[in-house]
């Protein structure tokens, strides 16, 4: 019985000492618990690093950011191409290598005469300011009427037609100066004033030919027969 004690107590004391040399070894065994807890944070680091991948994620939408600035530049190209499209087209003048055009008097208004001009070409043409008339020989050019200036330069497209009035004579015999022409030439006129817009028409006349004075005058360009008539 007492060497089973002593035995008993020899184990007892083994079993202490074991446990106190690991506590020894292990510093502290509760700080280890601690220190897998300090190293949560460390990890967050590593997780910040995790969400610094993330950010480079982000520095992936930053990718796609540059993406769409480069969308935004091909955008502006565009933007300036739809511009370039949206602005006004090529000038290109009617005259009479790209239209069709008669002079013939009217009865009313008397002494008058219509122009009529078609465009017989393939795309549009503009028709700006006013016809510059010449009666055969004649030295001095027709004033336009100022009061039918319209709002905008007139454009004909394929098949269509525009019209000026012309004032042939005063219709109170007030005119001086008095002739009878027999061939007309009708000039055109480009971007600006009295400049040269291209080939000139000669229209065919009345075999009696058209009495003309001092009066001559011609309206501007219109899209209206009844506007150009109308002065």
């Given at each position: 019985?007492?060497?089973?004690?002593?035995?008993?107590?020899?184990?007892?004391?083994?079993?202490?000492?074991?446990?106190?040399?690991?506590?020894?070894?292990?510093?502290?065994?509760?700080?280890?618990?601690?220190?897998?807890?300090?190293?949560?944070?460390?990890?967050?680091?590593?997780?910040?690093?995790?969400?610094?991948?993330?950010?480079?994620?982000?520095?992936?939408?930053?990718?796609?950011?540059?993406?769409?600035?480069?969308?935004?530049?091909?955008?502006?190209?565009?933007?300036?191409?739809?511009?370039?499209?949206?602005?006004?087209?090529?000038?290109?003048?009617?005259?009479?290598?790209?239209?069709?055009?008669?002079?013939?008097?009217?009865?009313r208004p008397v002494n008058h005469m219509l122009i009529t001009v078609k465009n017989t070409g393939a795309k549009n043409c503009d028709l700006t300011y006013y016809p510059v008339l010449r009666f055969d020989e004649m030295q001095w050019v027709p004033q336009p009427i100022e009061d039918s200036k319209p709002q905008a330069v007139v454009t004909l497209g394929p098949g269509e037609s525009a019209y000026a009035g012309v004032v042939l004579s005063a219709a109170d015999g007030s005119g001086s100066g008095g002739a009878t022409g027999k061939k007309l030439t009708v000039g055109f006129q480009a971007r600006t004033p009295n400049s040269d817009g291209g080939p000139a028409a000669i229209p065919s006349l009345p075999a009696k030919g058209v009495y003309y004075d001092s009066s001559l005058t011609v309206t501007y360009w219109q899209s209206s027969m009844d506007d150009a008539l109308a002065y």
């Open positions: 019985m007492r060497t089973s004690r002593l035995q008993l107590l020899a184990a007892a004391g083994v079993a202490v000492a074991s446990l106190a040399l690991t506590a020894c070894q292990d510093g502290t065994g509760t700080r280890d618990e601690g220190a897998s807890a300090s190293q949560a944070p460390e990890e967050s680091p590593s997780g910040s690093g995790g969400n610094g991948s993330t950010a480079n994620g982000s520095g992936g939408s930053g990718g796609d950011a540059s993406g769409s600035g480069d969308s935004g530049s091909k955008g502006s190209s565009a933007g300036t191409s739809d511009g370039s499209e949206d602005a006004p087209a090529t000038f290109n003048p009617c005259n009479g290598a790209n239209t069709g055009v008669t002079a013939a008097p009217v009865s």
